[in-house]
């Protein structure tokens, strides 16, 4: 019998980790054609997702999927992210986290590369009018 995949578990981890420590835990995902997400956001064939508790809403991390709601310009979307398209978990404040290889059934954990989101030092500031910042509006 097959052992189910760790990253699930790792993901939940990170991310209580991240919420417990007062750090804003973001998503990198390859978009493909199961993932839903706003298009409009995709860059390059990737996103990169804000899971804190104030930016999304019902978030249920599961082991096949993450799902939840969250407003990009205002409007509220559903988000469905398949956790074998997530590229990595990260800290935004000082990107701390973990990479993964992409793709069906992987449970190993990739190697940092200088490609990849989790960084020693804080990621730069997005340029004025760049990346897309989840956020909660009351």
Known sequence: MELPSTKPYLLRAIW????????????AVHVDG????????VK????????????????QMGNELIEF?????????????PVAQVA??????????MAFEVGDGEAS???????APVLDEPPEPPPEGGRPKLQRVK
């Open 44 to 59: 390059d064939g990737q996103i990169v997702l804000n899971l804190g508790p104030g930016a999304t809403n019902k978030l």
């Open 34 to 41: 199961r993932t839903l997400v706003p298009r409009e956001f």
């Open 69 to 81: 709601q969250a407003r990009f310009g205002g409007v509220a979307r559903e988000l469905s992210v």
């Open 109 to 115: 954990v990739a190697a940092p590369s200088p490609a």
């Open 88 to 97: 990595a978990i990260y800290a935004r404040e000082n990107g701390a986290g």
């Open 16 to 27: 209580e980790w991240c919420c417990d420590n007062g750090f804003t835990p973001y998503i």
